[in-house]
């Protein structure tokens, strides 16, 4: 097609990445950041990724520069419009089939909360179509490799691998084993799959059909979020009954941390910040607490321990246990600021916790980018209590802003963060406070240990020093799935710089702007106020069903 181009740099590999969400179109959680940052990323690496995704209301409207690329009258009994076009630098292939995606809303979940009862259609349809076009479907474009996104592009390399034709080899990037997409038996025939691949054990997994593990299975790589979910999922009491296969497989995976955006995520440009600011610029971020206490009806005292949490309200994310501890909290004198929607009972929790103390508790119950920019710029710390955690980003995203942030040393978290122990302290690296097991009362100590480390204005400087320095950057990260993708096709990796970039990058705003500059404040609207309305903000729940 002659509209669309290239990017200019020399291209090595053509790479097809298929995935079930994508920011800035549709986003639930860190699996969509990842999926929309990535391409730029490798882009660096000499790869140009085009990436897949179903025909969302959100991502269709998105697309400019289309055209209906190819027609399938047939897949899986839906006819399908290819459409080919960019939306915000990205190069996308969207399903449109409008009886399976036309569904404003949570892509995965129903409006009740439960998943959509067609899901195993839904995204075995686009599964189906990545495949086709991993095999040569269209006339002027083919891979050289797919990397497919959990389990909504899990039956991605099972599809290619029980093709006629040539294929290109996938590596499957596990963000979190606990959604698996587990659907009956007798869709077998429905998905269009051999009785051969549920027999060889390919799709089948405890008398049914797993998507994610089809993509464990049958992948060439598999690539997990973090070298430490690496190994935890290896384990039984972290596999999620996928843990034998895995360690079998364990030759072919390997651990690559996940990297955040650095111009989404600039405290100095970011449209949410009410006092922009660079590292070390401790006033501006004084001032930035104070008019959030004020925005979140919370005395405007700078001696309160602020708490905060950006999160998916649910038992992952151990906000159950923050919900019952936080009596116990606000008895002395601690602020606790949550931005989260998810499980039902516990978002009532803290709406009680809200309405009975209104001095110390303030929660927003939905989703909104702006009041998660916000949050991470104003609090002293960030929680995240997780039982488990793949990767997480959220402490990225703290640490960039500069809160400390205060979490269970469980997989990504503990790849992160250097606990302040006391000989950290005295090193002067520490940059979190970590704490395990994940319960209340391990997470109560890590908070009281917190606190007494914020009266030591110093020490908890530093802590917010080393954070904001931390390279939280996709670029080493960039670099390892380069290198890997290039492996996988036997290729040699395109060197590039930034592989070997240590933080603060010289290409780092953040990191080499003048601290004064300081644009006019733009004060808050009160309680329930979002200034900014340009960020996108769409309403979600929970899960990844
Ligand atoms: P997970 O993908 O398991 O939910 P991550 O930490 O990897 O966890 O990513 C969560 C992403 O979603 C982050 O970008 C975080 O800021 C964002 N997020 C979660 N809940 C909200 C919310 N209520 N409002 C705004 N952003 C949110
Ligand atoms: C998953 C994980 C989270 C990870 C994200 C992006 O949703 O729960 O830990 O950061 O994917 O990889």
Same mark, same amino acid.
């Given at each position: ?20 969400? #994508? ?54 009994? &839906? ?33 009740? @909360? ?42 991605? %390399?099972?599809?290619?691998?029980? #093709? ?7 590596? &499957? ?116 607490? =104070? ?45 606790? %600021? ?25 929660? &927003? ?7 998660? &920019? =916000? ?36 997989? @990504?978290?503990s790849d992160t963060l250097v606990d302040a122990n006391s000989a950290a302290v005295m090193e002067g690296v520490a940059n979190g406070i970590l ?57 040699? $990796? ?44 769409? $309403?979600?729940?929970?899960?990844? %069903?």
């Open positions: 097609m002659s509209k669309i181009q290239h990017p200019a740099q020399d291209i090595t590999l053509q790479l097809l990445s298929v995935a079930g969400e #994508m920011y800035p179109f549709i986003k639930t959680g860190g699996l969509g950041d990842v999926v929309g940052s990535l391409p730029a990323v490798l882009g660096q690496h000499g790869i140009d990724t085009r990436t897949v995704l179903p025909g969302y209301p959100a991502v269709l409207r998105a697309l400019s520069d289309q055209q209906e690329t190819i027609r399938f009258d047939n897949v899986l009994g &839906h006819a399908v419009t290819l459409r080919e076009g960019w939306a915000q630098g990205r190069h996308l292939y969207v399903v449109d089939v409008p009886d399976l995606y036309a569904r404003p809303g949570n892509p995965y979940l129903a409006p009740d @909360g439960q998943p959509w009862a067609d899901n195993g259609m839904r995204y075995a349809v686009l599964c189906r179509v990545a495949a086709m076009i991993g095999a040569g479907a269209l006339a002027d474009w083919k891979p050289d490799a797919v990397l497919s996104h959990d389990w909504h592009a899990g039956l991605v %390399a099972t599809y290619l691998k029980y #093709m006629d034709a040539p294929t290109p080899p996938v590596a &499957h990037v596990i963000h979190n084993l606990a959604f698996q997409g587990l659907f009956p038996r007798d869709m077998m025939g429905a998905f269009g799959l051999p009785d051969q691949a549920y027999d060889s054990g390919d799709v089948e997994f405890y008398g049914q059909i797993g998507f994610m593990k089809a993509a464990l299975q049958v992948s060439h790589r598999l690539i997990s979020v973090s070298p430490t979910y690496a190994e935890e999922i290896q384990t039984p009491e972290e596999g999620m009954g996928l843990d034998g296969i895995l360690r079998s497989r364990a030759n072919v995976l390997t651990g690559i941390l996940n990297g955040i955006d650095l111009r989404e995520w600039n405290p100095l440009t970011d449209p949410a910040v009410f006092f922009p600011y660079a590292v070390g610029d401790l006033a501006a971020r004084r001032a930035n607490k =104070r008019v959030f206490q004020a925005e979140f009806g919370l005395p405007q005292d700078p001696d309160a321990l602020l708490l905060g949490m950006v999160s998916r309200l649910t038992t992952q994310k151990g906000a159950d246990l923050l919900a019952g501890l936080a009596p116990r909290l606000f008895e002395d004198n601690i602020q606790l %600021a949550v931005v989260g929607t998810g499980d039902r009972d516990i978002m009532q929790s803290f709406t009680q916790l809200q309405g009975r103390y209104p001095k110390n508790c303030v929660c &927003h119950m939905r989703y909104s980018e702006t009041l998660g &920019h =916000r949050l991470h710029s104003a609090v002293d710390a960030s929680l995240i209590p997780s039982r488990f955690e793949p990767c997480g980003l959220t402490q990225f995203h703290a640490m960039r802003y500069g809160s400390v942030p205060i979490a269970a040393r469980v997989g @990504g978290l704490f395990s097991p994940t319960t209340e009362d391990t997470m109560l100590l890590a908070i009281r240990r917190a606190q007494n480390l914020f009266r030591q204005k110093a020490v908890w400087a530093r802590m917010q020093r080393n954070g904001a320095l931390h390279d939280v950057s996709w670029d080493s990260k960039g670099a390892q799935y380069a290198r890997l993708l290039m492996e996988m096709t036997g290729r040699r $990796p395109v060197a590039r710089e930034a592989e070997n970039a240590i933080a603060p990058r010289r290409s780092d705003p953040m990191s080499s702007a003048p601290r004064t500059v300081r644009p006019a404040a733009r004060m808050p609207r009160g309680r329930n106020g979002e200034q900014v309305s340009s960020i996108l903000s769409f $309403p979600r729940t929970g899960t990844h %069903a």
